[in-house]
Structures are given as structure tokens and as C-alpha cells.
């Protein structure tokens, strides 16, 4: 059992930054809660693999009780976060309030369809377990409304998916997408005219992976190319009616599929603090990633907005919610023992996106790769990363089949399906 | 591309007579046209196991068209079939209309609730992918709620679980509810008093497995009394309200979970035939598998009635749909020689059960086997069978790692939760 005399820190989120800020505080002599709306730690990079019927959802999402079984000093609850009481200290929850002596502020990132809500409606988004099944469920059946289409321009507008966003959300999807249809749904559909099948990235700025130096921006866009993704430059969507998407300037494509990768921000919760917020959201923090006049309070990861280096607002990613969750739980001991705390320093491990079979970009430090290099950089980095041993194995068993067959384990149409 | 001038068969059903149908058919002078409202075959005996997160639902679900790609004769349509119009031989479906020279009515079997609405609504069947992910969703999120609650009743009533049907269903499903919780969640909730938790097995006669000896019926009720599951003889259930289950009799008791594989009938689609129907509405046949006075469509499967030797019907079980669907395309073949039709003559293969871990029950012809060497048997004969050799691999490895480290995989919760 847990000493309940401890001080009780509570941490919000089991995504990259909360598991490991949890795992940080294992040792320490302190009790921990840790929230979160899921039972499950999911594995975000690589969500558009199951958007795009590569992998099955339980091979990114691992249950949270089953990765920190072994911590004594932790409990989990399952419960949906409303609103942060800073004066009160309490978090508030449907399942009732949390009190808590330290909070770790670890909620995360959502999707922001910037006030575009015909978008939120129609299109999908790409942050959630049930967006990539929804995404999955909606090309698929599109498809086999497509097998039975006499009208062929109805059948081109069945077969037209726009992803929006050049970012890696985007260009993974897209790529992924091209490669789900010319590698196996062409199989599976022996009637289907690939020349009436459209895949359109839509990038508002005038190049890709803003992330990764400009010639890897070049090269994923080349690669996509030769995937048959058209890459528009400048072109920003305004609306969506779920049967068309219209463009700035009056471009209509007619299409039932929009994908939005173009924007996330931080979770809605971050509102309920009453701070300082700045762009996407995200709340103001000290360089010792507390709450300013709110020692007690940590914020990591995607919602906390703190320059780095070069004055920039650190990028929205898993290795800065990782290392942010180290300083804060470090911070958090210091604090307990009446110590100095420490300022952030983020250590930049790089970056890369995926585009395809044997294809992919990525910077390490100075050094950057693109192709098949990048690529099993990416599948090395990506596998040792995922929770749990089977998972590992399993997803392994996958990738390897479809890289040896040109096939798709998971192309199941479950539940909500390509409508009007 | 398919000769439209051939013969058209039209194949309701892509379960295991369904596709055993078509297959059948690959080398004949037919062009065939299967219809599933999913775009997957379910292997339905595993069912179970996605219910208490054992295996994750692409493990026992795979793509028709994958399956069938190599088919050059036949075509795949993903309809949701409404009414069969025998006078004018087409099969309606939401997708339009399909004219047929031949039918070959494999649509299958549905959860029977006999008129029980309240049970219906909320309660849980076990027949589609969707029940199963519901029932898993539904069964973790108490477990959630229950490591939240802090009255003990409301906690006891969170960890109550009722499985109403001494059938397979029944049998494996309150097996593997008792081994997820003894064996995992215990470890998952160290804090969970399990003499809080209470499995029910509710059968309304007075014993279980009737399509196996009387001797394995015995056997499984010790079994399942070994794994904590309390068997009811005798108990009939009249009532849910999704906060308590009423007996016949007036016995009250506190659950939020139903689990009804009491009953199984016909698809409904075989009521639209206006030809004669027998218990569980299925439709009466000739030996060949013929409706009477229209030779041009076979019914098979659960969804058709016709005694065996002994002048029982023969029951509502795999075996029985694929050795008719043999028949079927055979017969159907002679018909259009113009030769004279076979009757069908069912040879029964025998029959089994898993209880859990270690534990079966099975009858291959006269043998009787339980304990370990029916387990081994079960394990066997459901991955030869399961369909797709990469599908086989990943159930295995999910089975082996369960087995070893008595874990399950997939406890995710996605969409449908517990409610009050």
C-alpha cells in the first residue's frame, strides 16, 4: 500500500512526457497519481500507420497499469481532466476532485482546426486512437463504394483524399496513403483505374518538413512526387462540406476525404489555468518549467511554451516532453529538499519523417540522410522506442510482411464508413 | 476481366459457408458475385477472446478481397443485403439491386435476445466484431470505475459480470472473464479485493455444452467452479436494466454487464423468402439444399433448416456450413449439366470447448477428451483454421506470450464505456 502521508504529486497525461516524468519520481518519497482520459500510453509517430491500415491500434497503444506495474508509489486513474484549481490545488475531474502538493502539467497537444469548424466536422483529424480508425474505416470504405460506382465522376470523387499540412503528420499520411492503394489496394480492387485515384498534399507555406533543413524539404516533396502525390504549395483549404473542398482563391476539388495534419495546439485544459498562454495555447512557464507564481505547478511538453536556444518556442515533440519531464521531476525533488532548481536545456536528438517504403528523411545533429539510409534509421529509432516487448515483435512481424508482400494486415472497415 | 455472359451466382454471406461456396466454385463456368455487409470473413470461435482482450480483432477478421484475390471468376460487393425477391430473382440490397441466375444463401446466424428488448438494449450479444470490442471496452472501463469507487456495493455491483448460456459461448466467454481477472487484472489493480468480483454462468436447464457428452458437461461446470465462476442451473433471466438482472423467480442481482449467448437464429433477411421457417426462423430446405419450388437457390448454413440422421436439425456450427457449401456448388453445378442432385449428408467431426488456460472439452468422433489434451486439441484445430498465414503467426505469438507471462494484450478501452 501507498504511504498517504507522502506529498501527493499528481501528473496529467500519460503520453511521452507524463510516463516518463511518473518513471522519474519512482524512487522518490513521494506518492503519484497519474491521469489520463485513456487506459493507454499511445504511440503517436505512428498513428498514420494505422490511419492507413499498416497497423493495428493495439500495436501503438499499450495500457498504462500494465507499463507501471512495477512502480509502488503510483496509482492510475482513468478519468477525463476538466479544470485546474490553482488555488485550491485540486485537479478537477468527472470522477471527482484530485487533490495534489505538486502537479505536473503533462496533457499534451490536440488538434486545432483553426476556427475552420466545417473542417472539424467533415474532415479528420490525426492526434487520437479513434482518428486513425475513423481515417482507416472512411478510405476504405470509399473504396468499395467506389468498386460499385457506375458514375465515374462520382467514383473520382470517391477516390480523391486531400491531406492537409506539410508537416510529418501530412506527408507521412500521404505517403502512406499512396502506398496503401498502388501497392495493395490495386490488388484487391482488380477494376480500379488508378489514374482515377487523386492523393493531394496541401502545404498553405511554399515548402515541406519545415522541421528538417530546406534539402530534405526538397527531397521528401520529390519522393512524394514520384509516390503520385500532387504537392500543392500555397494553397490554403478554407472550407470543406464533406463533398468538396474549397480552396483561398476558389479552387474546388471535389472529394469526400479531408485529412487535417495542418495544425495542433495544446490541450483545452490548458485554458482553465488562468496563465499566460501564448501561441497554439500553450502556457508561459519559468526556465525551471514551473508555473510562474505557482512553484508547485510543472508544465512540459506540448503545452508548455518556453524558448529555446535560439529564442524560438520549443517544437511541439516527444523529445522535448521527455527531457522537460526529467528537469521537472528533478525539480520537483529539489523544490521537496529546499535545493536550487534547475533551468530546461533542451539536447536536440534531430529529426525525420517517413514518406514511404525504403524512403524516408531525417537529420541527426548536423548530419542528414534521406532514402533508404533514413529509413532504417527511422524503423530502428520508431521500434525501440514502442512500449512493450510483444508490441515490438508484433509490429515488427507486420512491417516485415508487408515490406516482403506489398501487403496490408489490418485493412478492416469497422464501425463508421465513407458517407456523402 | 469476368465474362458477364456466364451464369451469374450470387453468394450471400462470407462466413465459413459463404467462402467455402466460392471457392468452390473457382474453376466452374459461373461468374460469382459474393455480398458481405463487412468487408472482412470473422472467425467467429475466437470471437471470445477479442471480448476479454486476449487478441486484438485484425487477428481473427480478414479482408475478403484478400482472401479471394486470386479468384479470377469472382467479384466481391460490400452490401447490406435487404430482401430477396425470388419472383423476380434479384437480391435488393442498400447498394441497389443484383440479378442472379443462382443464389447461394449463406447469410449466417444472429444473436437470438427471444423477444428480451430490455437485454437487447442493454446488454451485450457476442455474434459481431463490434460486440466483441464493446464487451471488452465495457468490461475494463468497470474495472476503471470499480479502482475508483469507494462505496463497496457500487464497487461490488462494477465488478459483477453475468454470462447468461451454458453454450460454448457462454462457457468460454465466463472462462476467459475469470482467467483475465484472476490472472491479469489482479495485477493491473493491486489494489482489488477479488472476493469483490463475481462471475455468473446462468443456464436455464441443468447443464451445460448440450452438443457434447453429458460427461464433459460435468467436467466444464467443475472447471469453471475451479476458476470462481458460479454455475446457475435452472436460472432464466427476465430482466435488465443495465443496473440489475431480475430472474424467473424474483432473484435480484446488482450488474452493469449481460452477456447473452443464450440463443442464436437466422438472419433476418431469410424472414423476407415468405418461404417456410422452423425454429430459430430458419428456413426449410430440401436434402439438396434447395428451396422448395425454387431450384435455383440453395440456403446453407445456420441460416438453413434440415434434420440429420438422427431427425434433429443439425446445428448452428461451422462444420456443418462448410460441408454444405461443398454440396451446394456441386449441386448447383449438376443443375446447370442438367444431371441429377446430391443430398446432403453431414459428417460430424466432433465438437469442443475451451474453459481457459490449460483446459478444454472435445469430442472428435466417439473420443472424449478434457484437461490439457482437449486444450492442445482446441489450440490446433482453430489456428490451422484461422484464415491468412501472417494472422496465424501474430495470434500465436499473442497466445505464447499470454501463456508465459499470463498477460493480455490488448486491455485497451476505445469509444463505448462503462455506464451507469
Not at 496503401?180 to 489514374?195: E, Q, T
Not at 527531397?219 to 472550407?239: C, D, I, M, P, Y
Not at 507486420?398 to 494486415?409: C, E, G, P, S, V
Request: net charge neutral; hydrophobic share 45%; aromatic share 8%.
Amino acid at each position: 500500500m501507498i504511504d498517504q502521508n507522502l506529498p501527493h504529486v499528481v501528473i496529467l497525461g500519460a503520453g511521452f512526457g507524463g510516463l516518463r516524468a511518473a518513471r522519474a519520481l519512482a524512487k522518490q518519497p513521494v506518492r503519484v497519481t497519474l491521469v489520463d482520459r485513456n487506459n493507454y500510453h499511445l504511440f503517436q509517430p505512428l498513428l498514420y500507420q494505422v490511419a492507413t491500415a499498416g497497423i493495428s491500434p493495439d500495436e501503438i497503444a499499450y495500457p498504462v497499469r500494465a507499463i507501471l506495474r512495477r512502480q509502488k508509489n503510483l496509482e492510475f486513474r482513468m478519468a477525463e481532466a476538466q479544470r485546474v484549481n490553482l488555488a485550491a490545488k485540486t485537479l478537477e475531474t468527472n470522477t471527482g476532485d484530485m487533490p495534489y502538493d505538486y502537479l505536473i502539467l503533462a496533457a499534451g497537444g490536440q488538434t486545432n482546426f483553426f476556427g475552420l469548424d466545417a473542417i472539424a466536422r467533415h474532415g479528420f483529424g490525426l492526434k487520437t486512437l479513434t482518428d486513425a480508425t475513423n481515417i482507416r474505416n472512411h478510405v476504405l470504405s470509399c473504396f468499395e463504394r467506389a468498386a460499385q460506382e457506375p458514375n465515374p465522376d462520382t467514383r473520382r470523387t470517391l477516390l480523391t483524399f486531400v491531406v492537409v499540412g506539410g508537416g510529418p503528420t501530412g506527408v507521412e499520411c500521404a505517403g502512406a496513403i499512396s502506398e496503401l492503394i498502388r501497392l495493395v489496394l490495386s490488388k484487391d480492387y482488380p477494376a480500379l483505374n488508378l489514374k482515377e485515384v487523386r492523393i493531394l498534399l496541401l502545404e498553405a507555406a511554399d515548402r515541406l518538413v519545415t522541421h528538417l533543413p530546406a534539402s530534405l524539404g526538397e527531397e521528401t516533396a520529390r519522393s512524394l512526387w514520384q509516390k503520385h502525390v500532387e504537392v500543392r504549395f500555397g494553397a490554403a483549404v478554407e472550407n470543406f462540406d464533406g463533398m468538396r473542398v474549397t480552396l483561398k482563391g476558389g479552387e474546388v476539388i471535389p472529394t469526400h476525404t479531408v485529412i487535417w495534419g495542418a495544425g495542433v495546439q495544446a490541450a483545452s485544459i490548458m485554458d482553465t489555468l488562468g496563465a499566460e498562454q501564448g501561441a497554439q495555447r500553450r502556457v508561459a512557464v519559468l526556465p525551471t518549467l514551473q508555473l510562474k507564481e505557482h512553484p508547485e505547478v510543472f508544465v512540459i511538453g506540448d503545452a508548455a511554451l518556453l524558448a529555446g536556444e535560439d529564442g524560438r518556442p520549443l517544437p511541439m515533440v516527444a523529445p522535448v516532453a521527455m527531457q522537460q519531464a526529467e528537469t521537472a521531476a528533478n525539480n520537483l525533488v529539489r523544490q521537496m529538499k529546499g535545493e536550487a532548481l534547475q533551468p530546461f536545456h533542451y539536447q536536440d536528438p534531430g529529426a525525420m519523417a517517413t514518406i514511404g517504403r525504403n524512403q524516408a528523411v531525417a537529420r541527426l545533429g548536423k548530419l542528414e540522410f534521406h532514402g533508404f539510409m533514413a529509413w532504417m534509421i527511422w524503423l530502428v529509432v520508431h521500434l525501440m522506442q514502442l512500449v512493450g516487448f510483444r508490441n515490438r515483435l508484433v509490429v515488427l512481424i507486420n512491417w516485415a510482411w508487408d515490406y516482403l508482400f506489398y501487403d496490408r494486415a489490418v485493412r478492416l472497415i469497422e464501425g463508421e464508413r465513407c458517407q456523402e
